[in-house]
């Protein structure tokens, strides 16, 4: 059941990363689409009536799969990292062609291209 | 129907049959979750460390530990190095009105005892590094909220913290490599297991977890200073 | 043990580069030496037979983190080194922040991991971590070009990753595990179930935005051509090379040989066709890039032992000369004021003698002149491949290589006025070298008795008609121009055509199972 509404957020994620043109709905998107592989990945290990996988003395009941846990764990640092830097390159962007339309930056970057091209080092 | 109205219809359509297919796909194929028991028939007395998760991505996968708190690392110094040089705007020093400092600083300092606390118990009670740390960065967003960014960096150096936070870096590196010094593997267990449930047990997962609350309040912290001196106010 | 310290060591040097600033010079120099000595032990274990797998943490297989030193990790561990000398060498005397090397050691320290590890939590951990070093050092300038191109970059590398991980996600729901050779006998138990079609598909098609195949790494002419020289070519030369390991590494588990051949023909033709129209070089660089992994991809695809030594082969060579181009092809960019065709020729007099030489060594390369690189490789890969059709496609290519790289010769035969700094010549002719003396160096890698197969008369004739007739060619459709669909490389289409892809690469394994 998680499954399909982590593969329904997943797609709603990709529709607003294509149709939005805003680059900081984008960016959500972005987050939608990673939140939605997490959740996925979760929803494997659960099973029914299990509780956390921490062993408590004297208690023997079913335990969800501590193996997902652990790799979501480091995918949320790893997505949140890549947030904060796509945000942070966002930022420049918009300083420099003070818009966020996606669309409107690359007719401008389209149009600086005529003119001299710095080289680079 | 106009072009725009075609490429909305044509997007969803595409994405609608991806979500579809895979969906489809996954159900039919009858996941059965009874085949993963692996990780839960020894874990507990391999690791020594009572939280299971605690003991897999602190033990066995200790490696994508150290690659995430790697990418973290290259997160915050990314982030640095970009709105380091950008011109920030110089706006004046707002705090805001008593009751909400009185207010944090009582909550402040509750914060950084829970951090510590989830740092401390992670391998026993759920929690973990990476939790500690941002709760901690937390803690220190509300008193930066309350008394103003300027008063906050007058406090803790930026400097100081970049030094710390490559000194921790080192120091978690260094830890993993020293099993190499001994003959074995690096990566793998050097201080004693231990029985579960008592706080020292679970080996290094102890070390581990504080050394990564560490690094990830400094790091969180660094990245909100970053953002909010570039913007001049919070 | 020396499997896991390389890339352990590599990412100390690099936080001792940021610690210690002024060191920086001393660091690089002693981490390529101990880095050496690791290599070799390596290859000494290889060699005798007992290839090193170290499980990390000590767990049981399986359990723990993998790793394991065979020959398609060692080669690809080999090319990591060698590119990272020529650019830390190329790099020398620039005035770049700390921050820059940091950035480099861990794109090296994380392909050392990649070449080696057979577990896809920890391969996505790395080409993550990868994707952000390379994104950042691409924009490294600031220059808001590079900005948007990085950014497109990470939009496509994360939406891959996140189907990358969906995959993990089915692969975890049936097996249990995440290690690649305990999933090979689990697949070959029940070879056509439905999750394995769905999960390799998902696999295949987010390794396969990083790989540089045509419809899924649309990001790659921007970035690859905007970035600094140095870093493009490290890029183009090496960390495009991360996804094709992990495709070898899928391909040893998953039914996915007819996959990479078709995915190679497309992205080989679509690539030669788009560099055709290209007039600014680093442009064409880069769809050169986008082309030469399709030979790669079908030499693998072809699933012969030729097939799979031509591909790895020649992922060396490619690396070895597209590393040289870029390098080369950045310094005269530089010197001339502009990397467009005009102006290169404008002032060609101004590339100084020693990149000039490196370039043309460099050309010559991909062209396929024998006996340099290009040539052995392919001559290898050709042999084995199993069908006409295969063999005609990448004869078109070949053809469509010299084609595209004959509107470089004005560049290449000028006087020059200026000499190249001391530390760059090095780079070059350490990159040279390796073009050169390719083939002695390749029988390490390849037995003798294929490659003298490979040097029959039939391939020195083949290749020396494929330069004669893309020349020709070359000289009937200078004038023209065409026009090819550009709205697929923006940002709002590429996520789109990812799609389009994996539904792609779903037919095709179900066709090739």
Not at chain 2, 131 to 160: D, E, F
Not at chain 3, 80 to 98: C, F, I
Not at chain 3, 226 to 244: C, E
Not at chain 3, 368 to 387: Q, R, S, V, Y
Request: hydrophobic fraction near 55%; glycine fraction near 8%; charge should be positive.
């Amino acid at each position: 059941m998680a499954a399909i509404i982590a593969f329904v957020l997943f797609g709603i994620g990709v529709v607003a990363l294509v149709l939005r043109r805003d680059l900081v709905i984008k960016l959500l998107a972005l987050g939608l689409i990673n939140a939605a592989s997490i959740l996925f990945l979760v929803s494997i290990g659960d099973r029914p009536g299990a509780r956390a996988p921490i062993q408590l003395p004297g208690d023997l009941g079913i335990v969800a799969d501590p193996l997902p846990q652990a790799l979501v764990l480091s995918a949320i640092v790893v997505n949140f990292a890549i947030l904060a830097l796509a945000l942070v390159f966002v930022m420049i962007l918009v300083e420099r062609y003070h818009t966020t339309d996606s669309i409107r930056i690359e007719q401008e970057m389209a149009r600086e291209a005529d003119d001299q091209e710095t080289p680079c080092l | 129907m106009t072009r725009d109205r075609l490429r909305i219809i044509f997007a969803v359509g595409i994405i609608a049959a991806f979500v579809g297919l895979i969906g489809i796909t996954y159900i039919c194929s009858s996941p059965d979750p009874a085949d993963s028991e692996r990780y839960l028939a020894r874990a507990v007395e391999e690791t020594g460390a009572s939280n299971r998760v605690a003991g897999i991505y602190l033990n066995y996968r200790l490696l994508d530990t150290l690659l995430e708190v790697l990418v973290f690392s290259v997160a915050v110094l990314g982030v640095r190095h970009y709105l380091q040089q950008s011109e920030g705007m110089k706006l004046p020093n707002l705090s805001e009105s008593e009751v909400v400092q009185t207010a944090v600083n009582f909550l402040a300092p509750l914060a950084l005892l829970l951090c510590t606390f989830f740092a401390v118990f992670g391998h026993i009670s759920p929690g973990g590094g990476f939790a500690a740390g941002v709760i901690a960065a937390s803690g220190l967003l509300y008193v930066a909220i309350a008394h103003g960014i300027q008063a906050m960096n007058a406090q803790l150096n930026p400097v100081r913290l970049a030094l710390m936070e490559k000194v921790i870096l080192l120091v978690l590196l260094a830890f993993v490599l020293a099993p190499a010094v001994a003959g074995r593997i690096p990566l793998t267990e050097l201080l004693p297991t231990g029985t579960p449930g008592k706080l020292l047990s679970g080996g290094s997962i102890l070390v581990y977890n504080i050394l990564i609350a560490m690094k990830v309040f400094v790091g969180a912290w660094a990245v909100i200073a970053a953002f909010a001196q570039h913007r001049g106010e919070l | 043990m020396p499997l896991i310290l390389l890339p352990l060591l590599r990412f100390v040097f690099a936080t001792l580069t940021i610690s210690f600033a002024r060191a920086r010079k001393l660091f690089t120099i002693l981490s390529h030496i101990i880095d050496a000595a690791l290599l070799s032990q390596l290859a000494l274990m290889l060699v005798r037979g007992t290839p090193e797998m170290v499980s990390v943490g000590g767990a049981p297989a399986g359990i723990g983190i993998s790793l394991i030193g065979d020959q398609v990790g060692l080669t690809f561990a080999v090319l990591a080194w060698v590119l990272s000398a020529a650019v830390s060498a190329y790099t020398w005397q620039d005035k770049l922040r700390p921050y820059f090397f940091l950035l480099l050691n861990l794109l090296i320290g994380s392909c050392y991991a990649l070449s080696f590890t057979t577990d896809l939590f920890n391969a996505y951990l790395l080409f993550e971590l990868s994707t952000l070093a390379s994104f950042l050092l691409v924009g490294y300038q600031r220059q808001p070009r590079q900005i948007w191109a990085s950014l497109h970059y990470l939009v496509l590398s994360s939406l891959g990753m996140s189907i990358f991980l969906l995959g993990i996600g089915v692969v975890y729901a049936h097996c249990g595990c995440l290690d690649l050779t305990v999933l090979k006998t689990i697949v070959k138990a029940s070879p056509g179930e439905s999750w394995v079609l769905l999960a390799g598909a998902l696999l295949v098609a987010g390794i396969a935005v990083k790989a540089g195949v045509f419809v899924f790494s649309l990001w790659l002419p921007a970035a690859h051509a905007r970035a600094m020289p140095a870093v493009s070519a490290l890029l183009s030369g090496l960390v495009i090379k991360m996804g094709v390991v992990g495709l070898f590494r899928l391909g040893d588990v998953f039914p996915i040989d007819l996959t990479l051949i078709v995915l190679g023909a497309i992205t080989g033709i679509l690539g030669i066709v788009y560099a055709l129209n290209s007039y600014d070089i680093k442009r064409l660089l880069a769809f050169h890039t986008l082309s030469q992994i399709g030979y790669i991809l079908i030499g693998f695809g072809a699933a012969t032992e030729a097939g799979r030594l031509g591909a790895l082969s020649y992922e060396v060579a490619h690396g070895l000369f597209k590393a040289l181009l870029f390098l080369t092809i950045g310094e005269a960019a530089a010197r001339a004021g502009g990397s467009d065709l005009k102006t290169l020729i404008e002032n060609k007099h101004k590339i100084p003698r020693g990149t000039r030489i490196a370039l043309i060594i460099a050309v010559l390369g991909i062209i396929g002149l024998p006996p340099l690189a290009g040539f052995d490789a392919k001559a290898i890969l050709e042999d084995g491949l199993p069908t006409m059709f295969l063999h005609l496609i990448v004869l078109l290519m070949s053809v469509g290589t010299v084609v595209s790289f004959a509107k470089l010769a004005p560049v290449l035969f000028a006087s020059s006025t200026h000499r190249a700094s001391r530390s760059r010549v090095l780079s070059y002719a350490w990159l040279g070298g390796g073009i050169i003396l390719f083939w002695p160096l390749s029988l390490l890698l390849v037995s003798p008795a294929i490659t003298l197969h490979a040097y029959s008369g039939l391939h020195i004739i083949e290749a020396l008609v494929v330069i004669a007739v893309g020349g020709a060619l070359y000289f009937l459709i200078r004038k023209r121009r065409f026009r090819l669909p550009s709205e697929i490389f923006r940002l709002e289409t590429s996520p789109l055509i990812i799609l389009i892809g994996f539904f792609l690469i779903y037919a095709l394994m179900i066709l090739g199972q």
